[in-house]
């Protein structure tokens, strides 16, 4: 090492910057540590190395010049000689008996252009991800991570991770003035580090290390780190070729109103799990080879995953989400979710996701008082505190957040390909007296009980997806008469896609819950949903809600002994898929499983091994493979002229009768229901065309489990007038059962 008398000590630093350098209480690092000139133009540089026994300024190819000792701490400092460039510099350092060559990160100026921050504090930045957070990149030759925080009313923000001992005294970031971002490329970082911020709040107190809001990836739980991970469609050359790709991969996959969508809601944890390894998740790769060929086989066209952003408890099934950014680490590497979704477009199979904008919870390594202050929550808990999940709600009024969550959006369909989100608690937001007593809650500036911002984001959220991706498709689940949730938000509503039928789901499992000998007085339970079934564009939900919390499963829910039990279920689905309305059925509903559902283990499988759970998956793929091929029963599902009565007030009977229409009239179906263990023979059901129609689907059939009942595959109608139709058949109705006949062809 050079005895270089520009090593002497530094005379510009005070004692107060020095202290607040040391004790990781400094604000404004970069205007301490790397390169600065001191007043003859002569560059100084100053590095932070706690630890350190000595220090090194490599330039160029001058010898090495080393650095005076500030303070035994670790605090170096170096005047360089004249006619010496600071540029490029490399510090090498003695870390006990070995030297290590490292790259200062105070000698990088600022990384994030003015441009992103301005949108980002307007509200306006439609890809926030792209700049906050952490982003592994190159910067003038030299690779490391770039990290950048939100963080306004912090007083110093650092980075702490594997790269720095988990030191926060080490990485104090720089405060971009404009907008309150903290940001600093660290060399030594790179993917695979974790990581937290360590914060100070707005009186210099200490704060809970937090992980990022925009992190892409975490660690499984309990721990609670961020990970470094790269985007790698951050480009737009790259965002557009993968675009196109999945376009040209996902052909078979539709989302539109007139499409068969048959929605198969999976709880990814719990699908299946491997007992013989501890009772494992199955990982992404697995699911590939598990899942997809299961719903491929039984003929859904969507699958629909609870919310796999990273989570605390297990039990919360996902919807308390605290890296809203990172797909769980519980099923492995982000790369695997789109490798996952990938492979279902392959399948001819769209992904939808849940996505939970509606609260997040309080855990302190998360969101909650992020800096000190309600940062993404409102400071009034009567609107920033959900009374029944214990959560928080976010300030939906606020431009980051509103630019966090509707980023947020657009990166699972951008980055991940997702073809559509499920928003969850859609309610919620709408009103802010949702669950609350007069006085517990804040009108809005009109007085009412309208959350303007929320409705603002969501149409902001669905009109922004629109533009990005015209096939993405958007669900809420909403369960009030809010009018408009699936209007277009340039004629004031919503601009959902599809909204789940909370009525029609809590209407028609009443009813089937009944003892048929009761029934009769309850048929408006099956017919009322038709009042409204057209007001909005539906989607049809025997969802995870109905089969949880001491509910039972759906088998559970049907009365009378084993067969009838299965009877009854059988026959509700046929209803429910000859029903106006898109399908969405929850995993396990579809083989009768009998317990209720449980997060922590597998589906009953075995349950498969027997006849009468065998029959409910045949009866359930067949009814998907018949939606499918079956213009009538998808094509109009939005549309009041696809639907008509034939028999609607049969209370003596309890049996039903409805036609669907497609375009092309002649294609009709009609869906005739006995909601009785009684077998009728004979009935008269009137028909729009006259010839031989052909029983596509008979709930009663033995190849279901049932007793085979029925009218040996087809019945010829005859010149008898019944139900204002010139034409009538006389069918066999089976017990317990749904019959979907088709049209003359």
């Given at each position: 090492?050079?005895?270089?008398?520009?090593?002497?000590?530094?005379?510009?630093?005070?004692?107060?910057?020095?202290?607040?350098?040391?004790?990781?209480?400094?604000?404004?690092?970069?205007?301490?540590?790397?390169?600065?000139?001191?007043?003859?133009?002569?560059?100084?540089?100053?590095?932070?190395?706690?630890?350190?026994?000595?220090?090194?300024?490599?330039?160029?190819?001058?010898?090495?010049?080393?650095?005076?000792?500030?303070?035994?701490?670790?605090?170096?400092?170096?005047?360089?000689?004249?006619?010496?460039?600071?540029?490029?510099?490399?510090?090498?350092?003695?870390?006990?008996?070995?030297?290590?060559?490292?790259?200062?990160?105070?000698?990088?100026?600022?990384?994030?252009?003015?441009?992103?921050?301005?949108?980002?504090?307007?509200?306006?930045?439609?890809?926030?991800?792209?700049?906050?957070?952490?982003?592994?990149?190159?910067?003038?030759?030299?690779?490391?991570?770039?990290?950048?925080?939100?963080?306004?009313?912090?007083?110093?923000?650092?980075?702490?991770?594997?790269?720095?001992?988990?030191?926060?005294?080490?990485?104090?970031?720089?405060?971009?003035?404009?907008?309150?971002?903290?940001?600093?490329?660290?060399?030594?970082?790179?993917?695979?580090?974790?990581?937290?911020?360590?914060?100070?709040?707005?009186?210099?107190?200490?704060?809970?290390?937090?992980?990022?809001?925009?992190?892409?990836?975490?660690?499984?739980?309990?721990?609670?780190?961020?990970?470094?991970?790269?985007?790698?469609?951050?480009?737009?050359?790259?965002?557009?070729?993968?675009?196109?790709?999945?376009?040209?991969?996902?052909?078979?996959?539709?989302?539109?109103?007139?499409?068969?969508?048959?929605?198969?809601?999976?709880?990814?944890?719990?699908?299946?799990?491997?007992?013989?390894?501890?009772?494992?998740?199955?990982?992404?790769?697995?699911?590939?080879?598990?899942?997809?060929?299961?719903?491929?086989?039984?003929?859904?066209?969507?699958?629909?995953?609870?919310?796999?952003?990273?989570?605390?408890?297990?039990?919360?099934?996902?919807?308390?989400?605290?890296?809203?950014?990172?797909?769980?680490?519980?099923?492995?590497?982000?790369?695997?979710?789109?490798?996952?979704?990938?492979?279902?477009?392959?399948?001819?199979?769209?992904?939808?996701?849940d996505w939970v904008p509606g609260h997040f919870p309080a855990d302190a390594h998360a969101l909650a008082r992020f800096d000190g202050t309600p940062l993404y929550e409102h400071a009034d808990p009567r609107e920033g505190w959900h009374p029944d999940w214990q959560t928080m709600i976010y300030n939906f009024g606020r431009h980051e957040v509103r630019c966090f969550l509707a980023g947020n959006a657009r990166y699972?369909?951008?980055?991940?390909?997702?073809?559509?989100?499920?928003?969850?608690?859609?309610?919620?937001?709408?009103?802010?007296?949702?669950?609350?007593?007069?006085?517990?809650?804040?009108?809005?500036?009109?007085?009412?009980?309208?959350?303007?911002?929320?409705?603002?984001?969501?149409?902001?959220?669905?009109?922004?997806?629109?533009?990005?991706?015209?096939?993405?498709?958007?669900?809420?689940?909403?369960?009030?008469?809010?009018?408009?949730?699936?209007?277009?938000?340039?004629?004031?509503?919503?601009?959902?896609?599809?909204?789940?039928?909370?009525?029609?789901?809590?209407?028609?499992?009443?009813?089937?819950?009944?003892?048929?000998?009761?029934?009769?007085?309850?048929?408006?339970?099956?017919?009322?949903?038709?009042?409204?079934?057209?007001?909005?564009?539906?989607?049809?939900?025997?969802?995870?809600?109905?089969?949880?919390?001491?509910?039972?499963?759906?088998?559970?829910?049907?009365?009378?002994?084993?067969?009838?039990?299965?009877?009854?279920?059988?026959?509700?689905?046929?209803?429910?898929?000859?029903?106006?309305?898109?399908?969405?059925?929850?995993?396990?509903?579809?083989?009768?499983?009998?317990?209720?559902?449980?997060?922590?283990?597998?589906?009953?499988?075995?349950?498969?091994?027997?006849?009468?759970?065998?029959?409910?998956?045949?009866?359930?793929?067949?009814?998907?493979?018949?939606?499918?091929?079956?213009?009538?029963?998808?094509?109009?599902?939005?549309?009041?002229?696809?639907?008509?009565?034939?028999?609607?007030?049969?209370?003596?009977?309890?049996?039903?009768?409805?036609?669907?229409?497609?375009?092309?009239?002649?294609?009709?179906?009609?869906?005739?229901?006995?909601?009785?263990?009684?077998?009728?023979?004979?009935?008269?059901?009137?028909?729009?065309?006259?010839?031989?129609?052909?029983?596509?689907?008979?709930?009663?059939?033995?190849?279901?489990?049932?007793?085979?009942?029925?009218?040996?595959?087809?019945?010829?109608?005859?010149?008898?007038?019944?139900?204002?139709?010139?034409?009538?058949?006389?069918?066999?109705?089976?017990?317990?059962?749904?019959?979907?006949?088709?049209?003359?062809?």
């Amino acid at each position: 090492m050079r005895d270089d008398p520009e090593s002497t000590p530094d005379q510009a630093i005070n004692e107060q910057a020095l202290a607040a350098i040391i004790g990781g209480r400094h604000g404004d690092p970069f205007a301490v540590l790397g390169p600065h000139p001191d007043a003859d133009g002569r560059t100084r540089i100053r590095a932070w190395l706690p630890g350190a026994r000595a220090a090194e300024v490599l330039t160029g190819t001058n010898p090495p010049l080393a650095m005076a000792r500030i303070d035994d701490q670790g605090l170096f400092t170096l005047r360089l000689p004249p006619g010496i460039d600071s540029a490029g510099y490399r510090l090498r350092v003695q870390w006990g008996d070995d030297a290590v060559l490292i790259d200062d990160p105070y000698r990088f100026g600022p990384t994030i252009e003015p441009t992103d921050i301005w949108l980002h504090a307007e509200g306006r930045h439609e890809r926030p991800y792209g700049f906050l957070g952490a982003h592994p990149c190159t910067l003038g030759g030299t690779p490391g991570v770039r990290f950048a925080l939100w963080a306004p009313n912090a007083t110093r923000v650092s980075v702490v991770g594997d790269f720095n001992a988990w030191n926060d005294t080490r990485h104090p970031m720089r405060r971009r003035p404009e907008a309150g971002v903290w940001e600093i490329f660290i060399p030594a970082a790179c993917a695979g580090d974790r990581y937290k911020f360590s914060l100070l709040g707005p009186q210099g107190e200490a704060l809970p290390w937090h992980a990022d809001p925009y992190a892409r990836q975490a660690e499984f739980r309990p721990a609670t780190a961020s990970v470094v991970s790269a985007l790698p469609l951050q480009d737009p050359q790259g965002r557009a070729a993968r675009s196109a790709a999945r376009t040209a991969s996902r052909a078979a996959v539709a989302s539109h109103r007139e499409a068969p969508i048959s929605i198969y809601e999976v709880h990814p944890g719990s699908w299946r799990r491997v007992p013989g390894q501890g009772n494992r998740f199955l990982s992404w790769d697995e699911l590939i080879d598990e899942l997809i060929p299961y719903v491929a086989d039984m003929g859904f066209t969507h699958i629909e995953l609870l919310p796999v952003a990273e989570h605390p408890f297990d039990g919360s099934w996902g919807y308390q989400p605290t890296a809203l950014y990172a797909p769980t680490a519980r099923l492995g590497e982000p790369a695997g979710l789109q490798r996952f979704v990938d492979a279902c477009h392959d399948a001819g199979i769209g992904v939808v996701l849940d996505w939970v904008p509606g609260h997040f919870p309080a855990d302190a390594h998360a969101l909650a008082r992020f800096d000190g202050t309600p940062l993404y929550e409102h400071a009034d808990p009567r609107e920033g505190w959900h009374p029944d999940w214990q959560t928080m709600i976010y300030n939906f009024g606020r431009h980051e957040v509103r630019c966090f969550l509707a980023g947020n959006a657009r990166y699972w369909v951008e980055e991940f390909g997702i073809d559509g989100l499920r928003v969850d608690a859609v309610a919620s937001m709408l009103y802010r007296d949702y669950s609350r007593e007069q006085g517990q809650w804040v009108p809005n500036r009109d007085g009412g009980r309208e959350n303007y911002e929320a409705i603002s984001l969501m149409q902001e959220v669905n009109a922004s997806l629109g533009r990005t991706d015209p096939a993405v498709v958007t669900i809420a689940e909403e369960s009030t008469a809010w009018p408009g949730v699936t209007q277009a938000t340039s004629a004031g509503g919503l601009g959902f896609h599809y909204k789940w039928n909370m009525g029609w789901m809590n209407d028609t499992l009443r009813f089937i819950a009944r003892d048929p000998a009761h029934r009769r007085y309850h048929l408006d339970e099956l017919s009322f949903g038709l009042v409204y079934a057209f007001s909005e564009n539906f989607v049809l939900p025997i969802s995870h809600d109905e089969v949880v919390h001491g509910k039972g499963s759906l088998l559970g829910k049907m009365p009378g002994d084993d067969w009838q039990r299965f009877a009854n279920l059988r026959a509700y689905l046929g209803f429910m898929f000859g029903h106006p309305g898109k399908k969405l059925l929850f995993m396990g509903s579809e083989f009768a499983q009998v317990r209720e559902w449980n997060h922590d283990v597998s589906l009953d499988w075995h349950l498969l091994a027997e006849g009468a759970h065998a029959g409910v998956q045949h009866a359930v793929r067949d009814l998907n493979r018949l939606l499918r091929t079956s213009p009538a029963l998808h094509e109009r599902d939005c549309e009041p002229d696809g639907f008509e009565w034939i028999i609607a007030d049969d209370r003596e009977n309890t049996v039903l009768a409805f036609a669907r229409h497609a375009r092309a009239r002649a294609t009709s179906m009609l869906v005739v229901c006995n909601f009785t263990p009684i077998v009728r023979h004979g009935y008269r059901v009137g028909v729009p065309h006259a010839g031989r129609w052909q029983e596509r689907f008979n709930s009663d059939a033995a190849h279901y489990g049932g007793s085979g009942v029925g009218n040996f595959g087809s019945v010829a109608s005859d010149a008898v007038p019944m139900h204002g139709h010139a034409q009538s058949l006389s069918l066999t109705l089976p017990p317990l059962s749904t019959l979907i006949l088709g049209a003359p062809e």
